[in-house]
T-cell receptor
Framework: NAGVTQTPKFQVLKTGQSMTLQCAQD?????MSWYRQDPGMGLRLIHY???????DQGEVPNGYNVSRSTTEDFPLRLLSAAPSQTSVYFC????????????FGPGTRLLVL | AQTVTQSQPEMSVQEAETVTLSCTYD???????LFWYKQPPSRQMILVIR??????QNATENRFSVNFQKAAKSFSLKISDSQLGDAAMYFC????????????FGTGTSLTVIP
């Protein structure tokens, strides 16, 4: 199993550009989430999904879109990048909620100029 | 929303000694789960230990153990016989047993291990 994979590992964008951060898992997990990590802020939830076709907003959803057309994939779209979106982005998945731990991808470092 | 507080931004410990990292949380729920994650310089998030709130017994994983005080809403991590490889950022996290998916993370504690 590859676990949770994320691409790209690093990306530089100009303000106003759009892009999609890819996330895939091969563990047949129902739950998938996107977090951003900023210094001194811990990890903050952007969007999450409890299954294919079902998504919901987390703590900091503005400026981001998600969709979940398959169990395996959960892409995060930046519609019009802003410098405030400079961060490290983590995708995570788990079998279900509750006691199940989340498995994290390696992260994507995004720099918006 | 639940809040998780880690009041120690940085901690240090001598190799082979014991260190305790603090975590408190705020919730009105009675059923939930608590986690400690380790993030080394590679940035990979690694689960260290997990505690179910309905269990009174403190979780233990080799050199890692927790002190779970439900009434005080406290969940500290003790690392015994500290090793150089333990140097990392440590995050405390809360997950409701009812609402399911959302994890709430603390702001992290950076642990330095001194040889």
């Amino acid at each position: 199993n590859a676990g949770v994979t994320q691409t790209p590992k690093f990306q530089v964008l100009k303000t106003g550009q759009s892009m999609t951060l890819q996330c895939a898992q091969d563990m047949n997990h129902e739950y998938m989430s996107w977090y951003r990590q900023d210094p001194g802020m811990g990890l903050r939830l952007i969007h999450y999904s409890v299954g294919a076709g079902i998504t919901d907003q987390g703590e900091v959803p503005n400026g981001y879109n998600v969709s979940r057309s398959t169990t395996e994939d959960f892409p995060l779209r930046l519609l019009s990048a802003a410098p405030s979106q400079t961060s490290v982005y983590f995708c995570a998945s788990s079998w279900r909620g509750g006691e199940e731990t989340q498995y994290f991808g390696p992260g994507t470092r995004l720099l918006v100029l | 929303a639940q809040t998780v507080t880690q009041s120690q931004p940085e901690m240090s410990v001598q190799e082979a000694e014991t260190v305790t990292l603090s975590c408190t949380y705020d919730t009105s729920e009675s059923d939930y789960y608590l986690f400690w994650y380790k993030q080394p310089p590679s940035r990979q998030m690694i689960l260290v230990i997990r505690q179910e709130a309905y269990k009174q017994q403190n979780a233990t994983e080799n050199r890692f153990s927790v002190n779970f005080q439900k009434a005080a809403k406290s969940f500290s991590l003790k690392i015994s016989d500290s090793q150089l490889g333990d140097a990392a950022m440590y995050f405390c996290a809360y997950r409701s047993a009812n609402t399911g998916n959302q994890f709430y993370f603390g702001t992290g504690t950076s642990l330095t291990v001194i040889p």
